[in-house]
């Protein structure tokens, strides 16, 4: 009888162990990647792996966190923010796999076109370099501006070379660009933002990314955690039919499956 309940000890010992290894932690911001990876959990327990969300709403703090290991993984950017953060801040984390496109749009509570657009009108774009970059691509594919460098992902209003409306750029804060449509004419906002403030960007975007957007959000890691078998297994979870159509279905449009 004793020896019994050691083995049985020692077995809830080992299951406890192998659950304390396979649980994952993952940084994220609300819309759509939280709700994305709400949606796998349970497809995650099924295969021993438990996960955990933690959302954020700054897109900093979640590459700190997991290069300081305090989280496993985050997903809420994609590369081009990733290489300039980790070029900027001396980080080395890695992409684990490619999820989704957010086409990132231009709104605004004034205008109904981007043709109706003013001399001197107000423009608020994000102001990490990546983001601020391809708000002024976008703009310049519209028609507004041209660049020096007309491909240049990192782009700020500095690398404008023509200008004919006079446009005023504001550099702001990624999160805060949908509480200051009421202050400008246009605000270019990424499209997780864009969901959480209750904009629908293939209905109330002035203009739009194709579908041949190059920024694909990814499930971001280290080096040291990235092939781990728990790590893994949400990766495939990440690129499975169920979660394709789980995008398809849910956002119509606004979030674009990228495998």
Not at 18 to 45: G, N, R, Y
Not at 110 to 126: Q, R
Not at 158 to 177: C, G, V, W
């Amino acid at each position: 009888m004793k020896l019994t309940k050691i083995l049985a000890l020692a077995a809830t010992l080992v299951a406890f162990s192998v659950q304390a290894a396979d649980k994952l932690t993952v940084a994220a911001t609300a819309v759509p990647h939280a709700e994305i990876l709400e949606f796998v959990k349970p497809k995650l327990a099924e295969q021993g792996v438990e996960l955990e969300v933690k959302v954020f709403t700054d897109y900093v703090q979640p590459n700190i966190q997991v290069s300081q290991e305090r989280m496993d993984a985050n997903f809420f950017q994609h590369q081009p923010y990733l290489t300039e953060f980790n070029d900027g801040k001396g980080t080395d984390l890695v992409s684990v796999v490619g999820v989704h496109v957010e086409p990132f749009g231009a709104y605004s509570n004034k205008i109904e076109s981007l043709d109706d657009l003013e001399e001197g009108a107000t423009i608020a774009i994000p102001n990490d370099p990546t983001n601020g970059g391809r708000a002024l691509l976008l703009l310049q594919k519209a028609g507004l501006i041209t660049l020096n460098d007309e491909s240049k992902i990192t782009a700020t209003p500095r690398d404008i070379a023509e200008n004919p409306l006079d446009l005023e750029f504001y550099e702001l804060e990624a999160a805060t660009l949908p509480r200051v449509l009421s202050q400008v004419e246009v605000a270019m906002i990424n499209t997780n933002y864009a969901l959480e403030a209750d904009l629908n960007p293939t209905e109330d975007a002035l203009t739009i990314e194709g579908s041949d957007s190059p920024y694909v959000n990814i499930l971001v890691s280290r080096p040291d955690n990235k092939d781990s078998e728990a790590m893994q297994k949400l990766a495939d979870v990440l690129t499975s039919d169920a979660v394709k159509s789980f995008i398809q279905e849910k956002y119509q449009g606004a979030v674009v499956p990228a495998f």
